[in-house]
């Protein structure tokens, strides 16, 4: 009588077995987390380009229907013939004030927008992280007066100066459409 042989694995061969596996599944989660950390700083750079275009675009509606500002050591107030609408964020053609100011939240510096109107109830949007400054200059001034209100001119400088050393400054001009009595 003939003796069966078993096909089984032998304990050496079970155990390279499991180190070759163990070796593959080590390199995928380097992989994995090589690629995790390639998309969060891909994420955060394209966000940060998104915030720059975004305030770019909030700050210039808001002067385009100005007719007053004020700087002052916290930020800019504009004196406003248009708002956003609280619901929606809207445009509404309704006279408010809106102030754009630096504030910590957490242990980060964010430019705040905050909007007061009578038609409208108060709207405030965290608009920029890490900024340190926001200013306004008209074409022909150099230092504007701290806490003196003034007419906005037809073409002014916006500048958003941020906190991240070696960041430069986004300047641009923006341009007033407010009707001027």
Known sequence: MQARTKKALTLVELLAALVITSLLVVAALRVSTHLARAEILTRRTRED????????D??????????????????????TSACLEAKT?????????????VQTVGNREWLVRSQESEWHPPVTELVGRGVKAVLLRAKDEDKPSAGERKA??????????????????????????????
């Open 58 to 79: 909030l700050v210039t509606m808001d002067v385009a229907h100005t007719e007053a500002y004020q700087e002052d050591r916290e930020g800019l107030v504009l004196w």
């Open 152 to 181: 906005l001119p037809a073409a002014a400088t916006m500048a958003v100066e941020f906190d991240e050393e070696g960041r430069p400054p986004v300047q641009w001009t923006v341009r007033s459409r407010a009707i001027r009595g």
């Open 89 to 101: 964020l809207e445009l509404e053609h309704v006279p408010g004030k809106v102030a754009y100011r």
């Open 49 to 56: 380009s998104w915030s720059e275009a975004r305030l770019r």
